[in-house]
């Protein structure tokens, strides 16, 4: 029936005088979506030597982390392992540095691209899914199609297994597999922070007026505003959070294009802002703009405030329209964001030193150089979300229910941004906002990766995984979604080697595929010894165990130095013989000694290293940074360890976490 139906399709457009282009691509793992996660899904598929296609609709790889994310969402980067902690390694290198978190659009792209010709990978873009053929439960193959020009291309991929790293998660869809969009109540899953939620972050304060002429509520709501009621606390619905851009900036006048009044430019959308303005009286543009710093004098603004960059409420309909309908969203969000910007700077009505510290400003010449200096990636924090074997819910996040089958870990605060704005007792507020934090590093569920069983039974999904909405809003980091991508195509390979459904693949199996081959490339894996890791870690004195700002569940502590003699010795167990750069991390604590002495001894030779704390800048969304205390000869087994110890210290010390790599 499909070869049918595409034989008459086909025939259609050549009877309009349509030119028409089929082709089938045939691969054992297709790869739909070239977001981060989907470029480290198809590197491991194709390194583990299986035969990949990668599907992006758009122009460019990297989603959001190449779209202007670049001041990294890390939550704890302890949960960061694999391909996942070797870009932020690839992306510090680039910068001169072991790690960073911190960088431009372009740079990120760049960095994927490395990927994609390391393994030689085949990338289709601009072409999206219009349907998939399935056959006894599986994806048998999926039809896309490209338009343009009056050229109607259309393309069939056949795989042995699917995996959907599309922010969206369209390919699932099409496949039939459950999904829901929205806040579930708190009542299906036993949850307190799901569905509605009037909070105090990102709030308006009490007193402004919602009404375009105020304290006259017949002329009607200012824009942005909906005539909707507040529903009862926790009451589920099919709002989604809000989207936006992340803006890169600069204010390098020799790499500047002035932020110029963009298309259909309506000042009335930012009414708000100066009613909100008149309120709080911010002292600068990070009073409702985040701004952070990236490299060259570039930013990655985000939300911030009762009325920022978000457009809330203007979404709702995105995650289950065509694609029409989504580009249309997209727009609209695109020129809100410019818009927002040219008012801030150019509206007289504005405060003249905001106009001022706006107009230094402009959009960077060399950034998204094929779209106008903008970024090609909306922010879609939220879309579909799988309903599969396994749902990730707010006791997971919280440790409550720990899940046995990890694919990854996640970290990050339980964060949803805003859902709806409206009126509350006569004032304008805004719903749905939820930051709630306080845990550890938990374990995501491979279960919550994999549709049911009676759904589908060759298709994988690491980003639009199932997962309540206050979950997803912990899981949903981009280093956490390449993680699970790396786990997903690990499984991938397994099932196709091994015949087997996504369902039936050995967890275990994939943890230590990933264990002991963590790049894919058959290199040494490096060595990490945490604090908590009783059988490699050795106390000498009165220690505290700090469970805030630490990597991984925990950090030591001394307290201020007494004369004491203490000591936190951490001892590797080495596989292979050789040299190692050995790195301590060093949390960003209060009180911390000037320095903290280290001994290190390598199977054989003592050393000794000063760490200077005073020296160490912790920049970004993270709680420390590792120094390196150089590079040594191990021995084989375990005889070789660093020593952190109060020797001649004044302060705090710290032990965390030490790391051993391989050169």
């Known amino acids: 029936m499909f070869y049918l139906r595409k034989t008459l399709l086909i025939l259609c ?75 932020y390694r690839r992306i510090g290198k680039h910068y001169g540095r072991f790690e960073q978190w911190i960088f431009e659009p372009h740079v990120a792209e760049q960095t994927f691209k490395q990927y994609v010709d390391e393994a030689q990978l085949k990338v289709v873009y601009e072409y999206h899914i219009i349907d998939a053929v399935k056959e006894n439960g599986a994806v048998k193959e999926i039809n896309l199609t490209h338009s343009g020009l009056g050229i109607q291309s259309i393309m069939t991929v056949k795989a042995k297994v699917f995996i959907d790293c599309s922010y969206e998660g369209d390919l699932m869809a099409k496949a039939g597999v459950s999904y829901t969009v929205g806040r579930e109540a708190n009542s299906e899953y036993h949850e307190t922070y799901n569905g509605v ?54 204010n390098d006048s020799k790499n500047f294009v002035p932020i110029d009044k963009p298309a259909g430019y309506d000042a009335s959308k930012y009414e708000l802002l100066l009613r909100v303005i008149d309120k709080i009286k911010p002292k600068d543009l990070n009073g409702f703009m985040k701004i952070d710093e990236m490299p060259n004098h570039k930013t990655d603004i985000n939300n911030n405030g009762a009325f920022s960059t978000d457009m809330i ?31 801030i700077g150019h509206d007289e009505r504005m405060p003249q030193y905001l106009r001022t510290q706006m107009l230094q400003w ?105 997962a309540s909405h206050i979950a997803y809003g912990s899981i949903r980091m981009e280093p956490v979604f390449m993680v699970l991508a790396q786990s997903s195509a ?75 003699n203490k000591s936190v010795k951490f001892t590797p ?3 292979k013989a050789g040299k190692y750069h050995i790195y301590s991390y ?7 000694s000037g320095i903290i002495n280290v001994k290190l001894f390598d199977g054989k030779k003592k050393y000794t290293h000063v760490m200077q704390t005073s020296s160490v800048k912790v920049e970004g969304q993270t709680s420390g940074e590792w120094i390196d205390l150089g590079a040594y000869s191990l021995k084989k087994g ?26």
């Open 362 to 466: 402009g959009y960077p010449k060399d950034e998204y150089t094929d779209n106008n200096h903008w970024s090609h990636q909306m922010y879609i924090r939220e879309a579909r979300r799988m309903v599969g074997e396994y749902v990730m819910t707010q006791a997971n996040c919280e440790g409550r229910e720990v899940a046995t089958d990890e694919a990854g870990m996640a970290a990050y605060t339980m964060d949803s941004h805003n859902c709806q704005r409206i009126t509350v007792n006569g004032m304008v507020k805004n719903e749905g906002d939820v930051q709630i934090g306080g845990f550890g590093p938990y374990p995501v569920s491979y279960k919550c990766l994999v549709p049911k069983a009676n759904e589908c039974s060759n298709l994988l999904v690491p980003v639009c995984l199932s």
């Open 573 to 575: 167990d080495v596989a």
């Open 586 to 592: 060093l949390p960003r604590i209060e009180n911390l």
């Open 197 to 250: 939620q009037l909070r105090d972050k990102h709030q308006f304060a009490d007193g402004i007026d919602p009404y375009k002429i105020p304290g006259k509520p017949e002329s009607g709501l200012l824009w942005g505003i909906s005539a909707e009621p507040l529903a009862s606390n926790g009451d589920g619905d099919k709002k989604v959070q809000a989207y936006n851009f992340r803006i890169c900036l600069t």
């Open 13 to 87: 457009f050549l009877f309009y005088g349509l030119n028409v282009f089929a082709q089938t691509i045939e691969a054992d793992v297709c790869v739909y979506g070239g977001t981060s996660a989907g470029v480290i899904a198809a590197y491991t598929a194709k390194k583990l030597n299986k035969t990949v296609v990668l599907i992006e609709p758009g122009k460019h790889l990297g989603g959001l982390t190449s779209g202007g994310l670049g001041y990294t969402d890390i939550g704890n980067k302890y949960a960061i392992t694999g391909l996942s902690r070797n870009f």
């Open 490 to 564: 690990t499984a991938a390979v397994l099932a196709i080697d091994n015949k087997q459904t996504v369902q039936q693949v050995d967890v275990k199996r994939m943890q230590q595929i990933l264990k002991d081959n963590p790049l894919v490339n058959g290199s040494t894996p490096e060595i990490l010894v945490d604090n908590d890791d009783a059988a490699h870690v050795v106390l000498k004195g009165d220690w505290q165990r700090v469970t805030k700002g630490s990597y991984g569940p925990s950090m030591y502590t001394s307290g201020e130095t007494t004369g004491e």
């Open 313 to 343: 409420g203007m979404n709702y309909d995105y995650p289950d329209a065509d694609y029409t309908t989504r580009s249309n969203i997209q727009q609209a969000h695109e020129d809100y964001a410019k818009g927002l910007l040219y008012f």
């Open 638 to 663: 375990n005889k070789a360890f660093v020593e952190i110890n109060s020797d001649k210290s004044s302060g705090v010390i710290v032990a965390d976490a030490v790391l051993f790599i391989p050169e």
